[in-house]
């Protein structure tokens, strides 16, 4: 059975035309400097976000770790939101590789609320209190449900930075759909940051990679610790191959995952209206509230039986991710098994 996966973007294969490009990559020893294709990457990159240097790291795990490293010292304070990546899903490394101690606010669905960070923000706390260096911003917002940043927002966010002297990090794994979505250019929102991680394994369907972006000086810095983390790699190129051709192919075609995502959506609200609302979709994620009819897990081991992956976010919170590899069959055969069985009464159903 063709399996139709939607449990994330991370499941995509490279294609043929990227294995090609993997095959045919210039490469060079990169702890040296010198992979050619490396160094292409990082400087496009660096320029497609409005920075003067680019990193490659093998994960945007490790792209948000060093941003938030070169910017955060020792027993200094990150902000971010409650539900953000960097505190809920890279396993305590701010804090265990970093010293970074993070402090979290509550955003509905993600969105970035500048005024209640402003709030509480201690950008010089004093001797006894812990000092904020700098705020993480996600874009678009993955446990949000795909949520696209408001650029009044962030660039509110921007102006208080510049006068508090508190730093900006974006992890902006998925700031392309956020950039195809709205058509912001993406140097308008990497300029607003100080460090920027993009990844190029998720909807851009790169099979390893991501980019760290900043200042030349912050980058030099981030190259140290990539190495003294054990992350010096050396003939990158077959990689960074892989990252080019996607910038080249996959970036302007997420608009059809975020079509798909929405009609997905709208399938599912017409069967059960309570479960999503298709103006909540705004990128290639959807979220089910499953707080009647079936739980997540229940939802997820019936569908899986039917040939339909997806994740589970919590009991009653299931995760639906449109990609590269799931084409229009795929997503009327999941609208298809997905709207039936969230229609069957779960356990909490009156
Ligand atoms: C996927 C993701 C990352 C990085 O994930 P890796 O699996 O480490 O590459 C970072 N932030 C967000 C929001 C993500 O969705």
């Known amino acids: 059975m063709e399996l139709v996966d939607l449990r994330s973007d991370t499941v995509t294969r490279p294609t043929d035309g990227m294995r090609r490009a993997m095959a045919e990559a210039e490469v060079g020893d990169?702890?040296?400097?010198?992979?050619?294709?490396?160094?292409?990457?990082e400087e496009r990159v660096a320029a497609l976000l409005g920075h003067e240097a680019g990193l490659f790291v093998p994960?945007?795990?490790?792209?948000?770790?060093?941003?938030?490293?070169?910017?955060?010292?020792?027993?200094?304070?990150?902000?971010?939101?409650?539900?953000?990546?960097?505190?809920?899903?890279?396993l305590g490394g701010h804090a265990v590789l970093g010293g970074v101690t993070t402090r979290t606010w509550t955003a509905p669905r993600g969105r970035l609320d500048p005024e209640a960070?402003?709030?509480?923000?201690?950008?010089?706390?004093?001797?006894?209190?812990?000092?904020?260096?700098?705020?993480?911003?996600?874009?678009?917002?993955?446990?949000g449900g795909g949520t696209v940043q408001d650029l009044a927002a962030m660039q509110a966010l921007r102006a208080w930075a510049d006068a508090s002297g508190v730093a900006l990090h974006l992890d902006g794994a998925r700031l392309w759909n956020a950039h195809v979505a709205t058509g912001t250019p993406l140097a308008e929102l990497g300029a607003l940051f100080d460090t920027v991680s993009v990844c190029l394994s998720k909807g851009?369907?790169?099979?390893?990679?991501?980019?760290?972006?900043?200042?030349?000086?912050?980058?030099a810095e981030a190259r140290v610790w990539r190495k003294r983390y054990g992350a010096g790699m050396r003939q990158i190129g077959v990689l960074a191959a892989a990252g080019l051709h996607?910038?080249?192919?996959?970036?302007e075609r997420l608009a059809d995952d975020h079509a798909r995502a929405r009609r997905l959506a709208e399938?599912?609200?017409?069967?059960?209206?309570?479960?999503?609302?298709?103006?909540?979709?705004?990128?290639?994620?959807?979220?089910?509230?499953?707080a009647r009819g079936p739980s997540a897990p229940a939802l997820a081991a019936a569908a899986?039986?039917?040939?339909?992956?997806?994740?589970?976010?919590?009991?009653?919170?299931?995760?639906?991710?449109?990609?590269?590899?799931?084409?229009?069959?795929?997503?009327?055969?999941?609208?298809g098994v997905l709207g039936e069985l969230v229609q069957e009464p779960g356990p909490t159903a009156a």
């Open 246 to 251: 996607a910038l080249d192919h996959h970036v």
């Open 30 to 41: 990169d702890v040296y400097g010198e992979d050619p294709t490396g160094n292409a990457l």
């Open 267 to 290: 399938a599912l609200a017409a069967v059960r209206p309570d479960v999503v609302d298709p103006a909540d979709v705004e990128t290639n994620i959807v979220v089910l509230d499953l």
């Open 117 to 143: 960070v402003i709030a509480m923000a201690a950008p010089d706390a004093g001797p006894y209190l812990v000092s904020t260096r700098a705020v993480a911003v996600e874009d678009t917002h993955n446990f």
């Open 204 to 219: 851009l369907g790169a099979p390893v990679g991501s980019v760290l972006v900043a200042s030349r000086e912050r980058i």
């Open 304 to 335: 899986r039986e039917r040939g339909v992956l997806v994740s589970v976010l919590g009991t009653h919170v299931a995760r639906l991710v449109t990609h590269l590899d799931v084409g229009d069959p795929g997503i009327e055969l999941a609208a």
């Open 59 to 90: 994960s945007g795990s490790l792209g948000n770790q060093l941003g938030v490293r070169v910017l955060v010292p020792a027993g200094g304070e990150l902000l971010c939101d409650r539900l953000a990546h960097v505190v809920r899903a890279e």
